[in-house]
């Protein structure tokens, strides 16, 4: 029983394999340009100081995330709290006087219904009194808007994201308007700077293969964006990326971008065997299979399947044997 089963395996191992056969026909090819692309946040908007003043206090530093309206700094300007009590001692002097033309207007009416005192002085009574519930409404006012100043020294997240950078420092004298700190939201994208040589090659929607060693290997991303300025010979694009890490914005990524296609011919891995150092491809010939000597390219991908590229040696037309023995 051993020997005969021993017999058909070396029967089968003399087999020849089954030879599969491929007519060259030039097929299209995308073109790749290798680029960097940069981590960018969506929105990079700046918080900025409402009033002048002295920085207090300061709640954040780089890498802390935050939310919409979190109080990240507060500005003082001790002028404000000198005005706030000038405005109450004021307040304080005008309600005393109030009352006085009050109590007075009121024993002028009582007068006035006994004839001792002249409907003139009455109503110079009583204008009294509206001048100063006028002058009472206008140093609130006054106040109120003291209060607002002072209220506005809070800066405030204009959005919520992870704060990039805080160009200030406890202590410092603050103008209207200047950043306090830059806050970065909205997710993340690639920015890219591509040669305006292929600007015409790119197209919104287009596929973007990402390169290694970003933890996304093999994975595409959308061209979202291409932004008609073009700055120093380069234009800039945006592109989408699923899962994209974002903890450190600036980072560089290596990308892949299509800037064309052309015709190339392909044939299967397998096809491509190396002797001798030279690399040799199985063609059909007249008087049977023929080995060519051929220069092959990179591997690359079509239809979702590997193929190795012929630079020389192979012609459209001819048939590629594979498999043969």
């Given at each position: 029983m051993t020997r005969t089963l021993l017999s058909i395996l070396m029967l089968v191992a003399a087999l020849p394999v089954a030879a599969t056969e491929l007519v060259l026909q030039p097929v299209e090819i995308t073109e790749w340009k290798a680029v960097h692309?940069?981590?960018?946040?969506?929105d990079r908007v700046p918080?900025?100081?409402?009033?002048?003043?002295?920085?207090?206090?300061?709640?954040?530093?780089?890498?802390d995330r935050v939310e919409?309206?979190?109080?990240?700094?507060r500005i003082e300007d001790d002028k404000l709290s000198f005005q706030l009590r000038?405005?109450?001692?004021?307040?304080?002097?005008?309600?005393?006087?109030?009352?006085?033309?009050?109590?007075?207007?009121e024993r002028g009416e009582a007068l006035r219904e006994r004839g001792v005192i002249t409907q003139q002085r009455l109503d110079q009574l009583r204008t009294q009194v509206d001048v100063l519930q006028g002058q009472i409404?206008?140093?609130?006012?006054?106040?109120?808007?003291?209060?607002?100043?002072?209220?506005?020294?809070?800066?405030?997240?204009?959005?919520?994201?992870v704060v990039?950078?805080?160009?200030?420092?406890?202590?410092s004298v603050i103008a209207p308007g200047e950043t306090v700190a830059a806050i970065g939201g909205g997710g993340v994208f690639l920015r890219l700077a591509v040669p305006e040589r292929h600007a015409t090659d790119l197209a919104e929607g287009d596929a973007i293969a990402l390169g290694a060693g970003v933890g996304l290997d093999g994975q595409t991303g959308r061209l979202a964006k291409i932004y008609p300025q073009i700055e120093g010979g380069r234009v800039i694009a945006d592109v989408e990326v699923e899962g994209l890490d974002g903890r450190f914005v600036g980072r560089r990524v290596p990308v892949r971008l299509p800037v064309g296609t052309r015709a190339a011919l392909l044939v299967p891995p397998e096809a491509v065997s190396r002797s001798g150092g030279l690399?040799?491809?199985?063609?059909?010939?007249?008087?049977?299979?023929?080995?060519?000597a051929v220069v092959p390219g990179e591997i690359v991908t079509h239809d979702g399947a590997e193929w190795r590229e012929i630079l020389t040696g192979l012609v459209?037309?001819?048939?590629?044997?594979?498999?043969?023995e």
């Open positions: 692309g940069q981590v960018e946040t969506r918080a900025r100081a409402r009033i002048g003043g002295t920085l207090v206090e300061l709640k954040v530093t780089e890498g919409a309206g979190q109080e990240i700094a000038a405005i109450d001692a004021q307040l304080t002097a005008l309600r005393t006087q109030f009352q006085t033309a009050t109590t007075d207007l409404g206008t140093a609130e006012a006054e106040r109120r808007v003291i209060e607002q100043q002072v209220a506005e020294g809070a800066v405030l997240s204009p959005d919520a994201g990039l950078s805080v160009p200030q420092s406890l202590g690399d040799f491809v199985t063609v059909a010939g007249p008087a049977g299979p023929v080995r060519r459209p037309g001819e048939t590629v044997v594979t498999g043969h």
